[in-house]
């Protein structure tokens, strides 16, 4: 579950394990993109464009983020390539 608090930061808490993890600005943004299932390269992208003065290692953080999330069992990480694979040898 996701709340977004009136600063522009967030609250992530995992039902399962009652674990909650704040979100800073970016965080909290990210975790909003996630919802129309952006790929990393879109992520850094929409970050890029709507943080000023984005960070040169930008690309290196959300992967660290998405990362931390996936680690919290917050997110499950799918990669098209496998995807595509699994999706041809189910037909």
Do not use: C, K
Request: aromatic share 4%; charged share 20%; glycine share 10%.
């Amino acid at each position: 579950m996701f709340r977004e608090l009136v600063d522009g930061t967030g609250v992530l808490l995992n039902l399962d394990t009652a674990g909650y993890h704040g979100l800073n600005s970016l965080g909290a943004l990210i975790w909003t993109l996630l919802g129309a299932g952006m790929s990393l390269g879109h992520l850094v992208n929409e970050g890029r464009s709507r943080v000023r003065n984005a960070p040169p290692e930008l690309e290196d953080d959300v992967a660290e983020f998405l990362e931390g999330l996936q680690q919290r069992q917050l997110v499950v990480v799918s990669h098209p390539a496998a995807e595509e694979r699994e999706a041809a040898n189910r037909t």
